[in-house]
Protein backbone atom coordinates (compact mmCIF):
# COMPACT_ATOMS: atom_id res chain seq x y z
CA UNK A 1 0.00 0.00 0.00
CA UNK A 2 1.09 3.79 -1.05
CA UNK A 3 1.64 6.36 1.83
CA UNK A 4 -1.00 7.91 -0.01
CA UNK A 5 -3.63 4.87 0.41
CA UNK A 6 -2.94 5.11 4.00
CA UNK A 7 -3.76 8.33 4.15
CA UNK A 8 -6.32 7.89 2.53
CA UNK A 9 -7.35 5.35 5.04
CA UNK A 10 -7.18 7.53 7.84
CA UNK A 11 -9.52 9.98 6.01
CA UNK A 12 -12.04 7.49 5.44
CA UNK A 13 -11.90 7.82 9.97
CA UNK A 14 -11.75 11.37 10.27
CA UNK A 15 -14.85 11.94 7.97
CA UNK A 16 -16.08 9.65 10.00
CA UNK A 17 -17.06 12.19 13.20
CA UNK A 18 -16.69 15.38 10.80
CA UNK A 19 -19.10 18.00 11.23
CA UNK A 20 -19.89 20.91 8.63
CA UNK A 21 -19.65 22.61 5.98
CA UNK A 22 -18.38 25.59 8.29
CA UNK A 23 -18.10 29.51 6.86
CA UNK A 24 -15.69 30.26 4.25
CA UNK A 25 -14.08 33.45 5.59
CA UNK A 26 -11.36 32.54 8.78
CA UNK A 27 -13.32 32.81 11.81
CA UNK A 28 -10.50 34.09 13.57
CA UNK A 29 -9.11 36.59 10.84
CA UNK A 30 -5.53 35.69 10.98
CA UNK A 31 -3.60 34.00 8.21
CA UNK A 32 -0.51 32.22 8.84
CA UNK A 33 2.44 31.75 6.81
CA UNK A 34 4.75 28.69 7.77
CA UNK A 35 7.52 25.98 6.35
CA UNK A 36 6.15 23.31 4.98
CA UNK A 37 8.46 21.36 7.36
CA UNK A 38 6.82 18.12 8.66
CA UNK A 39 7.68 18.42 12.26
CA UNK A 40 5.57 22.28 12.33
CA UNK A 41 1.89 21.12 12.86
CA UNK A 42 0.52 24.82 12.30
CA UNK A 43 -3.03 23.69 13.65
CA UNK A 44 -1.71 21.92 16.78
CA UNK A 45 0.92 24.55 17.51
CA UNK A 46 -1.16 27.04 17.68
CA UNK A 47 -4.31 25.28 19.01
CA UNK A 48 -6.18 26.16 16.31
CA UNK A 49 -9.46 24.64 15.13
CA UNK A 50 -11.06 23.85 11.76
CA UNK A 51 -12.17 27.14 9.74
CA UNK A 52 -10.26 29.84 12.30
CA UNK A 53 -7.21 30.42 9.82
CA UNK A 54 -5.85 30.86 6.88
CA UNK A 55 -2.81 28.49 6.13
CA UNK A 56 -0.21 29.12 3.92
CA UNK A 57 3.34 27.43 3.66
CA UNK A 58 6.16 26.54 1.63
CA UNK A 59 9.94 25.32 1.87
CA UNK A 60 11.17 28.04 4.55
CA UNK A 61 8.14 29.84 5.17
CA UNK A 62 9.32 32.74 2.88
CA UNK A 63 7.51 35.20 1.55
CA UNK A 64 7.46 35.10 -2.49
CA UNK A 65 5.10 36.25 -5.28
CA UNK A 66 3.06 33.24 -4.23
CA UNK A 67 2.20 34.54 -1.18
CA UNK A 68 1.79 37.96 -1.56
CA UNK A 69 -0.74 36.27 -3.92
CA UNK A 70 -2.76 34.07 -1.03
CA UNK A 71 -2.38 37.18 1.59
CA UNK A 72 -3.77 39.53 -0.83
CA UNK A 73 -6.68 37.04 -1.65
CA UNK A 74 -6.93 35.65 1.93
CA UNK A 75 -7.61 39.80 3.42
CA UNK A 76 -9.16 41.86 0.48
CA UNK A 77 -11.57 38.89 -0.10
CA UNK A 78 -12.14 36.65 2.95
CA UNK A 79 -11.30 39.09 5.35
CA UNK A 80 -7.93 38.06 7.60
CA UNK A 81 -6.26 40.98 9.26
CA UNK A 82 -3.43 39.79 11.28
CA UNK A 83 -0.55 38.30 9.73
CA UNK A 84 1.96 35.28 11.36
CA UNK A 85 5.08 34.10 10.19
CA UNK A 86 6.71 31.17 11.55
CA UNK A 87 10.02 30.07 10.61
CA UNK A 88 11.73 27.22 12.87
CA UNK A 89 15.15 25.70 14.18
CA UNK A 90 16.60 22.93 12.40
CA UNK A 91 15.68 24.45 8.86
CA UNK A 92 16.38 22.74 5.73
CA UNK A 93 16.76 26.06 3.97
CA UNK A 94 20.20 26.92 6.13
CA UNK A 95 21.96 23.60 4.59
CA UNK A 96 22.65 24.92 1.45
CA UNK A 97 22.97 27.76 -0.96
CA UNK A 98 20.59 29.27 -3.69
CA UNK A 99 24.13 28.50 -6.10
CA UNK A 100 24.63 25.31 -5.60
CA UNK A 101 20.92 24.19 -5.44
CA UNK A 102 20.65 25.66 -8.62
CA UNK A 103 23.74 24.49 -10.29
CA UNK A 104 23.03 20.87 -8.66
CA UNK A 105 19.91 20.59 -10.84
CA UNK A 106 21.57 22.37 -13.63
CA UNK A 107 24.43 19.41 -14.01
CA UNK A 108 21.50 16.82 -13.55
CA UNK A 109 18.78 17.90 -15.86
CA UNK A 110 20.54 20.43 -17.98
CA UNK A 111 18.27 23.59 -16.72
CA UNK A 112 18.72 25.87 -14.50
CA UNK A 113 15.50 26.98 -12.25
CA UNK A 114 14.44 30.49 -13.23
CA UNK A 115 13.34 31.10 -9.56
CA UNK A 116 15.72 31.54 -6.52
CA UNK A 117 15.21 28.48 -4.28
CA UNK A 118 15.15 31.05 -1.25
CA UNK A 119 17.83 29.38 1.20
CA UNK A 120 18.94 31.46 4.24
CA UNK A 121 21.79 31.26 6.90
CA UNK A 122 20.05 32.86 9.37
CA UNK A 123 16.28 32.05 10.68
CA UNK A 124 15.99 35.35 12.17
CA UNK A 125 17.14 37.73 9.61
CA UNK A 126 14.78 35.66 7.17
CA UNK A 127 11.60 36.27 9.24
CA UNK A 128 12.36 39.62 9.05
CA UNK A 129 13.24 39.74 5.36
CA UNK A 130 9.62 38.07 5.08
CA UNK A 131 7.73 40.30 7.06
CA UNK A 132 9.72 43.81 5.13
CA UNK A 133 8.66 41.66 2.00
CA UNK A 134 4.81 42.03 3.27
CA UNK A 135 5.42 45.61 4.65
CA UNK A 136 6.47 46.37 1.28
CA UNK A 137 4.00 44.97 -0.70
CA UNK A 138 1.15 47.79 -2.35
CA UNK A 139 -1.42 44.47 -3.00
CA UNK A 140 -1.83 43.86 1.17
CA UNK A 141 -3.74 46.19 2.69
CA UNK A 142 -3.79 45.55 6.10
CA UNK A 143 -0.42 45.54 7.70
CA UNK A 144 -1.36 46.52 11.82
CA UNK A 145 -0.21 43.30 13.28
CA UNK A 146 2.84 41.20 11.15
CA UNK A 147 4.65 39.46 13.44
CA UNK A 148 6.85 36.88 12.64
CA UNK A 149 8.25 33.75 15.09
CA UNK A 150 10.63 30.84 15.21
CA UNK A 151 9.06 27.81 16.12
CA UNK A 152 11.76 25.78 17.94
CA UNK A 153 11.32 21.89 16.51
CA UNK A 154 12.99 20.34 20.01
CA UNK A 155 10.63 22.10 22.59
CA UNK A 156 7.82 23.18 20.13
CA UNK A 157 7.95 27.20 21.43
CA UNK A 158 6.99 29.67 19.23
CA UNK A 159 9.66 32.96 19.72
CA UNK A 160 9.22 36.09 18.72
CA UNK A 161 11.28 37.80 16.47
CA UNK A 162 11.99 41.55 17.08
CA UNK A 163 11.56 44.16 14.25
CA UNK B 1 -5.88 40.30 23.64
CA UNK B 2 -5.02 40.21 19.79
CA UNK B 3 -5.76 36.79 18.23
CA UNK B 4 -1.81 36.51 17.22
CA UNK B 5 -1.51 36.71 21.29
CA UNK B 6 -4.69 33.89 22.00
CA UNK B 7 -2.70 31.77 19.19
CA UNK B 8 0.48 31.99 21.40
CA UNK B 9 -1.30 31.44 24.40
CA UNK B 10 -2.81 28.15 23.26
CA UNK B 11 1.04 27.43 21.85
CA UNK B 12 2.51 27.37 25.41
CA UNK B 13 0.23 24.75 26.40
CA UNK B 14 1.08 22.65 22.81
CA UNK B 15 4.62 22.87 24.03
CA UNK B 16 4.28 21.39 27.28
CA UNK B 17 3.38 18.00 26.04
CA UNK B 18 5.61 18.22 22.94
CA UNK B 19 8.60 15.52 22.63
CA UNK B 20 11.29 16.63 19.84
CA UNK B 21 13.20 16.82 17.97
CA UNK B 22 12.17 14.69 15.66
CA UNK B 23 14.25 14.23 12.43
CA UNK B 24 14.26 16.59 9.59
CA UNK B 25 13.35 14.24 6.43
CA UNK B 26 9.33 13.90 6.44
CA UNK B 27 9.27 10.18 7.68
CA UNK B 28 6.30 8.83 5.33
CA UNK B 29 7.96 10.27 2.19
CA UNK B 30 5.25 12.23 0.86
CA UNK B 31 5.18 16.22 -0.07
CA UNK B 32 0.91 17.61 0.16
CA UNK B 33 0.24 20.62 -2.16
CA UNK B 34 -3.28 21.87 -0.40
CA UNK B 35 -5.29 25.02 -0.49
CA UNK B 36 -4.98 27.67 2.55
CA UNK B 37 -8.79 27.14 3.64
CA UNK B 38 -9.50 27.37 7.04
CA UNK B 39 -11.34 24.55 6.74
CA UNK B 40 -9.39 22.05 5.55
CA UNK B 41 -7.06 20.74 8.67
CA UNK B 42 -4.54 18.68 6.45
CA UNK B 43 -2.90 16.88 9.68
CA UNK B 44 -6.59 15.81 10.31
CA UNK B 45 -8.16 15.15 7.40
CA UNK B 46 -4.98 12.67 6.66
CA UNK B 47 -4.71 11.63 10.07
CA UNK B 48 -0.90 12.54 10.13
CA UNK B 49 1.66 13.10 12.77
CA UNK B 50 4.58 15.34 13.38
CA UNK B 51 7.50 14.46 11.22
CA UNK B 52 5.60 12.67 8.70
CA UNK B 53 4.75 14.58 5.77
CA UNK B 54 6.16 18.04 4.37
CA UNK B 55 2.92 20.37 3.80
CA UNK B 56 2.94 23.36 1.23
CA UNK B 57 -0.42 25.63 1.13
CA UNK B 58 -1.61 28.70 -1.07
CA UNK B 59 -4.69 30.58 -2.13
CA UNK B 60 -6.57 27.62 -4.19
CA UNK B 61 -3.67 24.70 -3.85
CA UNK B 62 -2.73 25.67 -7.02
CA UNK B 63 0.99 24.75 -8.56
CA UNK B 64 3.13 27.76 -9.04
CA UNK B 65 6.24 28.92 -9.74
CA UNK B 66 6.90 28.81 -5.88
CA UNK B 67 5.47 24.83 -5.18
CA UNK B 68 7.81 23.96 -7.95
CA UNK B 69 11.14 25.41 -5.79
CA UNK B 70 8.94 23.70 -2.47
CA UNK B 71 8.70 20.53 -4.28
CA UNK B 72 12.15 20.42 -5.60
CA UNK B 73 13.48 21.17 -2.95
CA UNK B 74 11.54 18.45 -0.81
CA UNK B 75 12.09 15.75 -3.40
CA UNK B 76 15.38 16.73 -3.87
CA UNK B 77 16.75 17.73 -0.86
CA UNK B 78 14.80 16.15 1.69
CA UNK B 79 13.98 12.40 0.17
CA UNK B 80 9.80 12.98 -0.51
CA UNK B 81 8.63 10.51 -3.30
CA UNK B 82 4.69 10.64 -3.31
CA UNK B 83 2.97 14.02 -4.20
CA UNK B 84 -0.65 14.83 -2.66
CA UNK B 85 -2.92 17.74 -4.33
CA UNK B 86 -6.08 19.03 -2.72
CA UNK B 87 -8.52 21.43 -3.68
CA UNK B 88 -11.92 21.84 -1.87
CA UNK B 89 -15.71 22.00 -2.67
CA UNK B 90 -17.11 25.53 -2.04
CA UNK B 91 -13.40 27.28 -2.81
CA UNK B 92 -12.69 31.17 -2.86
CA UNK B 93 -10.91 30.73 -5.73
CA UNK B 94 -14.72 29.80 -7.67
CA UNK B 95 -15.85 33.42 -6.77
CA UNK B 96 -13.98 35.52 -8.59
CA UNK B 97 -12.03 35.88 -11.80
CA UNK B 98 -8.32 36.80 -12.22
CA UNK B 99 -9.24 40.16 -14.66
CA UNK B 100 -11.85 41.14 -11.67
CA UNK B 101 -9.31 40.47 -8.67
CA UNK B 102 -6.54 42.31 -10.93
CA UNK B 103 -8.35 45.52 -12.01
CA UNK B 104 -9.51 46.09 -7.98
CA UNK B 105 -6.45 46.34 -6.67
CA UNK B 106 -5.65 48.78 -9.61
CA UNK B 107 -8.25 50.41 -8.99
CA UNK B 108 -7.86 50.66 -5.23
CA UNK B 109 -3.95 51.03 -5.39
CA UNK B 110 -2.67 52.47 -8.77
CA UNK B 111 -0.41 49.05 -9.30
CA UNK B 112 -1.83 45.93 -11.09
CA UNK B 113 -0.26 42.50 -9.37
CA UNK B 114 2.79 41.60 -11.90
CA UNK B 115 1.03 37.71 -11.03
CA UNK B 116 -1.78 35.94 -11.63
CA UNK B 117 -4.10 35.18 -9.08
CA UNK B 118 -4.77 31.93 -10.36
CA UNK B 119 -9.11 31.46 -10.30
CA UNK B 120 -10.76 28.81 -11.48
CA UNK B 121 -14.09 27.95 -12.40
CA UNK B 122 -13.99 24.05 -11.86
CA UNK B 123 -12.07 22.35 -8.92
CA UNK B 124 -11.39 19.09 -10.91
CA UNK B 125 -9.92 20.97 -13.74
CA UNK B 126 -7.68 22.72 -11.85
CA UNK B 127 -6.46 19.76 -9.70
CA UNK B 128 -5.76 18.55 -12.70
CA UNK B 129 -3.89 22.24 -14.60
CA UNK B 130 -1.58 21.48 -11.19
CA UNK B 131 -0.92 17.78 -11.86
CA UNK B 132 -0.13 18.52 -15.19
CA UNK B 133 2.38 21.31 -14.34
CA UNK B 134 4.04 18.80 -11.73
CA UNK B 135 4.49 16.70 -14.20
CA UNK B 136 5.80 18.92 -17.15
CA UNK B 137 8.34 20.07 -14.54
CA UNK B 138 11.72 19.64 -15.47
CA UNK B 139 12.79 20.54 -11.57
CA UNK B 140 10.78 17.93 -9.91
CA UNK B 141 12.78 14.30 -9.99
CA UNK B 142 9.84 11.84 -9.17
CA UNK B 143 6.49 11.70 -10.81
CA UNK B 144 5.28 7.95 -10.13
CA UNK B 145 2.41 8.94 -7.48
CA UNK B 146 1.56 12.31 -8.12
CA UNK B 147 -2.86 12.23 -7.36
CA UNK B 148 -5.24 14.68 -7.43
CA UNK B 149 -8.00 14.88 -4.44
CA UNK B 150 -11.08 17.28 -3.65
CA UNK B 151 -11.95 17.62 -0.12
CA UNK B 152 -16.03 17.70 0.23
CA UNK B 153 -15.87 20.71 2.86
CA UNK B 154 -19.41 19.54 4.12
CA UNK B 155 -18.27 15.85 4.83
CA UNK B 156 -14.50 15.93 5.48
CA UNK B 157 -14.44 13.42 2.48
CA UNK B 158 -11.55 13.13 -0.34
CA UNK B 159 -12.63 12.58 -3.26
CA UNK B 160 -9.52 11.72 -6.15
CA UNK B 161 -9.76 13.48 -9.42
CA UNK B 162 -9.45 11.11 -12.50
CA UNK B 163 -6.95 12.03 -14.86
Redesign the interface.
Given at each position: M???D???A??????RT?S???P????????IVAC????????????????????????GGVV???????L???Q???GTE?I?LIHHT?C??L??TDDE?KR??QDE???K??????AFDDVETDVRQSMARINKS??IPRKE?V?GFVFD??????S?VST
Open positions: SVTELLNNAEYAFGPLLPPSKRVAMDARLNVYGALGLAEGEAHVIRNATEDEIRSAISRLLEIDGMTFFSIVGIPPWAAEPFSRVATGRLE
